[in-house]
């Protein structure tokens, strides 16, 4: 079931840290990347970003409002909170315009699909590192033989996401075919 990963659809750590460098902030990330589950709340507040939760309709998760300031949708449970703030670091990193995180691709133009699509990717590896996985895979090598070793709950608490985004990065990563 576990297979061996393949390097597209990432962005590794030396790329997320050079990112932060074009921020002049790269002793920040360097501080924080080797630790998981990553604070990614206190990275952030680190940056001089301020974090307001909000009680926005549910299907709004958050927002980067331009002026180094993340919103956040309270009502979603932590790990989707967790997800987005990782999301609307990646718009900030990336230099995106100021948007809003919506539920359904479909509503946005091209150019803001593109800019989400990046946007997830960046959360997803800053969240959950293939370097992390590939060290997890290693470690419980002889584990993973047993039949009753859930390797998804491991990683789900290494990293604190939702069971369905790990799923995610785990098949685009391609070290799992699916479930
Ligand atoms: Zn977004």
């Not at 709340?41 to 180094?68: M, T, V």
Request: aromatic fraction near 12%; proline fraction near 2%.
């Amino acid at each position: 079931m576990v297979g061996k990963r393949q390097s597209f659809n990432d962005y590794p750590k030396d790329y997320i840290g050079n990112l932060f460098k074009d921020k002049g902030k790269q002793d920040i990330y360097d501080k924080y990347k080797e630790k998981y589950p990553l604070d990614i709340e206190a990275l952030i507040k680190e940056l001089d970003i301020k974090i307001e939760y909000k009680d926005f309709p549910d299907g709004i998760s958050g927002r980067f409002n331009g002026n180094n300031v993340i919103e956040v949708n309270k009502c979603h449970s932590l790990t989707r909170q967790r997800f987005t703030l990782a999301h609307e670091l990646g718009h900030y990193l990336k230099q995106h315009e100021g948007n809003c995180h919506r539920q359904s691709l479909l509503t946005y133009n091209s150019k803001e699909q593109i800019e989400e699509s990046e946007a997830n990717l960046f959360a997803r590896s800053i969240l959950m590192p293939a370097d992390e996985i590939d060290n997890f895979f290693q470690e419980y090598k002889d584990s993973m033989q047993k039949e009753n070793f859930n390797f998804i709950k491991h990683l789900v608490e290494k990293f604190n996401v939702s069971t369905d985004a790990l799923k995610v990065r785990l098949i685009t990563l391609g070290f799992v075919e699916g479930w």
